[in-house]
């Protein structure tokens, strides 16, 4: 069998790119829990010590921009001290609003998003990025809970893992990168993160061939965005599958679900997962294109890379039965004009088993339509 190489990588929410999206999210959770109507494209840039916060946003929230920033920069562990908020915000384009706007409601923009799901995890997720994300989530902690002394907000994850054929073989590399104080001792800091980060989520595989490394560019006590640009929507394959499915290119913080990046994107996941759940196929993705203020997909791809179970085309027509396809509908069924996108900012836009679009629910629906 063929053997590939697949790499993941993720970051904590003190990293510039990730606390950016968390702004965003934070604001449109905000503006979501007084006016569930808000139309919301809100963007941050975080740079030498200053956070620029623009975009267009319609609501009848009263809405304190720089509050929220500088609360979300506090939970994360920045000091807020000195670092200036500036906030450019105007409403969303009348052109706009008005063909999204109507009785049914209309897609926010044109553009193809992609939901993808895989057995090899109990979450449907990628083990590359699945894995990704556990090592930083478990970093997070070990700053918050003190459990390793001297870490920063800033990290990085990456694992790299070899497939035979489409299995899994082994695990070939994994990269922790972690900010740390000027004081703490980097020799003890490598130890600390071999064991109580890598050890303590990767136990369970042979890492006796794989490739640790751990601050591999040395010192990294400058970090976070007085070191580093941070831009909403830049980590694009950290908030999706780690690069093993397609991308469209839209992101997803900042936007509410009448734009499709978002709502068509959760959509793509939760019907790829359902028919991955039903065992039509053991991994599938699925692509949906969008026109502006047009309701519906303009077209729905089926791909189960060879490993579907029954024929695509029979695969798409049981979606298109099964599954409300409309924008309207999927924010109907998905929950989408709830405050929940602050939990999707960081570690990953899918996985996460609480998620509306996580659920398998439609899965027996789908069996009965291919009368399985």
Same mark, same amino acid.
């Given at each position: 069998?063929?053997?590939?190489?697949?790499?993941?990588?993720?970051?904590?929410?003190?990293?510039?790119?990730?606390?950016?999206?968390?702004?965003?999210?934070?604001?449109?959770?905000?503006?979501?829990?007084?006016?569930?109507?808000?139309?919301?494209?809100?963007?941050?840039?975080?740079?030498?010590?200053?956070?620029?916060?623009?975009?267009?946003?319609?609501?009848?929230?009263?809405?304190?921009?720089?509050?929220?920033?500088?609360?979300?920069?506090?939970?994360?562990?920045?000091?807020?001290?000195?670092?200036?908020?500036?906030?450019?915000?105007?409403?969303?384009?009348?052109?706009?609003?008005?063909?999204? /706007?109507? =009785?049914?409601? %209309?897609? @926010?923009?044109?553009?193809?998003?992609?939901?993808?799901?895989? !057995?090899?995890?109990?979450? &449907?997720?990628?083990?590359?990025?699945?894995?990704?994300?556990?090592?930083?989530?478990?970093?997070?902690?070990?700053?918050?809970?003190?459990?390793?002394?001297?870490?920063?907000?800033?990290?990085?994850?990456?694992?790299?893992?070899?497939?035979?054929?489409?299995?899994?073989?082994?695990?070939?590399?994994?990269?922790?990168?972690?900010?740390?104080?000027?004081?703490?001792?980097?020799?003890?800091?490598?130890?600390?993160?071999?064991?109580?980060?890598?050890?303590?989520?990767?136990?369970?595989?042979?890492?006796?061939?794989?490739?640790?490394?751990?601050?591999?560019?040395?010192?990294?006590?400058?970090?976070?965005?007085?070191?580093?640009?941070?831009?909403?929507?830049?980590?694009?394959?950290?908030?999706?599958?780690? /690069?093993? =499915?397609?991308? %469209?290119? @839209?992101?997803?913080?900042?936007?509410?679900?009448?734009?499709? !990046?978002?709502?068509?994107? &959760?959509?793509?996941?939760?019907?790829?997962?359902?028919?991955?759940?039903?065992?039509?196929?053991?991994?599938?993705?699925?692509?949906?294109?969008?026109?502006?203020?047009?309701?519906?997909?303009?077209?729905?791809?089926?791909?189960?890379?060879?490993?579907?179970?029954?024929?695509?085309?029979?695969?798409?027509?049981?979606?298109?039965?099964?599954?409300?396809?409309?924008?309207?509908?999927?924010?109907?069924?998905?929950?989408?004009?709830?405050?929940?996108?602050?939990?999707?900012?960081?570690?990953?836009?899918?996985?996460?088993?609480?998620?509306?679009?996580?659920?398998?629910?439609?899965?027996?629906?789908?069996?009965?339509?291919?009368?399985?």
């Amino acid at each position: 069998m063929t053997k590939r190489i697949y790499t993941a990588e993720s970051v904590t929410n003190g990293h510039p790119d990730k606390l950016a999206d968390l702004i965003a999210d934070s604001i449109l959770d905000e503006c979501l829990e007084q006016d569930k109507y808000s139309r919301v494209a809100c963007e941050v840039m975080l740079a030498h010590n200053k956070c620029f916060i623009s975009g267009e946003i319609t609501t009848a929230a009263d809405i304190d921009y720089e509050y929220i920033a500088r609360s979300v920069m506090a939970q994360v562990g920045y000091d807020t001290t000195g670092i200036e908020v500036e906030v450019r915000i105007h409403e969303q384009s009348p052109d706009i609003s008005q063909a999204v /706007g109507r =009785a049914e409601l %209309g897609a @926010g923009d044109q553009g193809i998003v992609y939901g993808y799901a895989t !057995d090899e995890t109990m979450n &449907y997720m990628p083990l590359p990025i699945e894995l990704a994300h556990r090592l930083t989530d478990r970093l997070e902690e070990c700053r918050r809970d003190g459990i390793i002394n001297g870490l920063r907000p800033d990290g990085k994850s990456q694992v790299s893992i070899q497939y035979n054929g489409d299995r899994f073989d082994h695990i070939t590399s994994v990269v922790v990168s972690a900010q740390h104080t000027e004081e703490k001792d980097l020799a003890e800091l490598t130890e600390e993160i071999r064991t109580k980060v890598i050890g303590k989520v990767l136990g369970e595989y042979d890492l006796t061939d794989a490739e640790i490394l751990i601050n591999p560019s040395g010192r990294f006590v400058l970090g976070g965005f007085e070191a580093d640009t941070g831009l909403t929507g830049r980590k694009l394959m950290v908030d999706t599958y780690g /690069g093993i =499915a397609h991308h %469209g290119g @839209g992101a997803m913080s900042g936007k509410d679900a009448s734009k499709v !990046d978002r709502s068509g994107a &959760y959509l793509a996941r939760y019907i790829a997962k359902n028919i991955v759940a039903a065992k039509l196929a053991e991994k599938c993705e699925v692509a949906l294109s969008y026109a502006i203020g047009v309701p519906r997909p303009t077209t729905i791809d089926i791909n189960t890379f060879y490993t579907g179970k029954v024929n695509e085309k029979l695969i798409k027509d049981a979606v298109e039965k099964v599954f409300d396809l409309s924008v309207g509908g999927a924010i109907e069924k998905l929950d989408l004009r709830c405050a929940v996108f602050g939990q999707t900012a960081v570690g990953g836009h899918f996985g996460k088993e609480y998620l509306a679009w996580e659920l398998t629910d439609k899965a027996e629906a789908l069996k009965d339509a291919l009368r399985i």
